[in-house]
């Protein structure tokens, strides 16, 4: 038996299926239903299993759980929720919030003198849930306001209550300095159903990485399920310069320290701490770092036999630009604009003459493209830098980006949801890679990938992205010549960009 043949005996019960009719509206032989039923054979498709759904009338939830065994029983679970949680990330992030606003009433402010310094010694408790996030959002706060502030903290990321406070700090105070460190699961087990639980630490971490501040996050392994059970006193921890917190992992009890020798002792071993833990990634924030690292990265893409993945809205096109372009548009007083020129000039050579073959797919959207014509930005610069290209430079651009499909694979991505408000880019193969995206204050962001386990799932996911979910190369074409003939006809119209 599977876990698809056993929910799928419990609906025929529940329901009070016939076999028989069933096995008529699938187009499918009543022995071979039984087989199916029994475990001993699988549907030969997702067609087949809608069958099933629509024939037993299940409810939207019971036929999520239905195509979700079926999935299972083909690829084994962990593989479906790690693949399932990649995508979830991915639209989680594009549809991520704007700026967040939290309106702390003034009963809830400063009642607490905890961050003015030499304000106390000894130990405070704290006991209840309201009482713990209470001195939280005192620590973060009394921190978020000062002009180098500096928090520290030991903490996992599903606690939402203090990673959303630490977004919200951190678009208030781009100087903020937030140390963050976690544990990663070190098995392959699914920590609880439906999660793979590195990915949905990632998932929590990004929104802080996008909102502008100094946010540094560092990871160790560790058995999350029992890292975390309830025989363990104070797991979480928070500093600030004169305060230390420890807590319980379900956030009912807490310590408050602020006697100096304390303080001084638990800085010392989270300073251990960090030395014994790993970066979860690297951040590169200059465009002299960015464009020092993409070199790097392409030199090991050329140099490993591992197919690559660009994954990007908005089609990867800064390959394909020239050094007149670039001579025409980036900003003059730029600092060492012509070293620039030459390194991005280099670039594009390297991408056209040695990557982009058939070991390298890029993926891409209709609404991307739409984008770049509208805009005449690509993803890959800063917008500071340069001015947007010229209406003739833009539809060639995209006919240069449409004639790489007899070198390298191009895939556009069958979109069916509204427009993407932020783009989460995806450069991987199976060794490194990197994600790209922006801040909210439009500030370009690379994310180095360091931990082994996330690179899989991201170079897995895109690797395995279904037929079904791209369009074939004739709906490309047509569909991309289609929004050319618009912006065309929209440019004839209007006269002018």
């Known amino acids: 038996m599977s876990v698809f043949?056993?929910?799928?005996?419990?609906?025929?019960t529940m329901k009070d299926v016939g076999v028989y009719p069933l096995s008529q509206f699938c187009g499918l032989d009543r022995s071979f239903m039984y087989k199916i039923i029994n475990g001993k054979r699988n549907p030969s498709g997702e067609d087949v299993v809608r069958k099933m759904a629509q024939f037993m009338q299940l409810t939207p939830q019971e036929k999520i759980d239905f195509m979700d065994a079926f999935y299972i029983a083909?690829?084994?679970a962990e593989v479906y929720y790690r693949r399932k949680s990649v995508g979830e990330l991915i639209e989680t992030f594009s549809r991520r919030e704007g700026k967040k606003e939290y309106?702390?009433?003034?009963?809830?402010?400063?009642?607490?003198?905890?961050?003015g310094g030499g304000g106390g010694s000894g130990e405070i408790p704290f006991r209840g849930t309201v009482h713990v996030r209470h001195v939280i959002l005192q620590l973060f706060s009394g921190e978020a306001v000062k002009e180098d502030g500096k928090i520290s903290v030991l903490v996992q990321p599903d606690f939402d209550f203090a990673m959303e406070l630490l977004q919200v700090f951190g678009e208030q105070n781009p100087n903020l300095t937030i140390q963050h460190l976690f544990c990663m699961?070190?098995?392959?087990?699914?920590?609880?159903?439906?999660?793979?639980?590195?990915?949905s630490c990632l998932q929590k971490i990004l929104p802080i990485c996008a909102c502008g501040c100094d946010y540094r996050a560092r990871y160790y392994y560790d058995n999350v399920a029992a890292r975390l059970n309830e025989f363990r006193l104070f797991p979480y921890l928070i500093l600030t310069e004169h305060c230390a917190l420890a807590?319980?992992?379900?956030?009912q009890n807490a310590i408050l320290f602020r006697e100096e020798t304390t303080?001084?002792?638990?800085?010392?071993?989270?300073?251990?701490?960090?030395?014994q833990s790993e970066p979860l990634f690297e951040r590169l924030d200059t465009v002299q770092s960015q464009l020092g690292y993409t070199e790097t990265l392409i030199r090991h893409f050329i140099a490993s036999d591992s197919p690559r993945y660009f994954f990007q809205r908005m089609p990867c096109l800064?390959?394909?630009?020239?050094?007149?372009?670039?001579?025409?548009?980036?900003?003059?007083?730029?600092?060492?604009?012509?070293?620039?020129?030459?390194?991005?000039?280099q670039y594009a050579k390297v991408m056209q003459t040695q990557v982009l073959d058939k070991k390298t797919t890029m993926f891409f959207?209709?609404?991307?493209?739409?984008?770049?014509?509208?805009?005449?930005?690509?993803?890959?610069?800063?917008?500071?830098?340069?001015?947007?290209?010229?209406?003739?430079?833009?539809?060639?651009?995209?006919?240069?980006?449409?004639?790489?499909?007899?070198?390298?694979?191009?895939?556009?991505?069958?979109?069916?949801?509204?427009?993407a408000e932020h783009a989460l880019n995806i450069s991987v193969n199976a060794n490194e890679g990197y994600l790209l995206f922006q801040t909210r204050t439009e500030r370009l962001i690379y994310l180095s990938i360091r931990e082994p386990s996330i690179l899989m799932a991201f170079y897995d996911y895109l690797e395995s992205m279904k037929p079904e979910e791209l369009c074939t190369e004739e709906e490309m074409l047509e569909r991309v010549e289609a929004i050319l003939h618009e912006f065309v006809a929209c440019h004839s119209r209007e006269g002018s960009i």
């Open 5 to 12: 043949s056993d929910l799928l005996s419990e609906y025929i």
């Open 74 to 76: 083909q690829m084994g």
């Open 103 to 115: 309106i702390f009433h003034e009963a809830e402010i400063a009642k607490l003198e905890l961050n």
């Open 185 to 199: 699961n070190n098995n392959e087990k699914l920590v609880s159903m439906r999660k793979n639980y590195n990915l």
């Open 247 to 251: 807590f319980s992992a379900d956030y």
């Open 263 to 275: 303080l001084r002792m638990m800085r010392e071993m989270f300073e251990g701490y960090l030395k």
């Open 318 to 345: 800064s390959g394909l630009l020239t050094a007149e372009m670039l001579e025409r548009h980036l900003v003059k007083e730029m600092p060492g604009r012509e070293q620039m020129i030459r390194a991005v000039a």
């Open 365 to 419: 959207s209709e609404d991307g493209i739409k984008s770049f014509l509208e805009t005449g930005r690509v993803d890959e610069y800063p917008k500071e830098c340069y001015s947007p290209l010229d209406f003739d430079e833009r539809i060639a651009l995209i006919r240069r980006f449409l004639a790489l499909r007899d070198r390298a694979n191009l895939r556009m991505i069958r979109e069916t949801k509204e427009r």
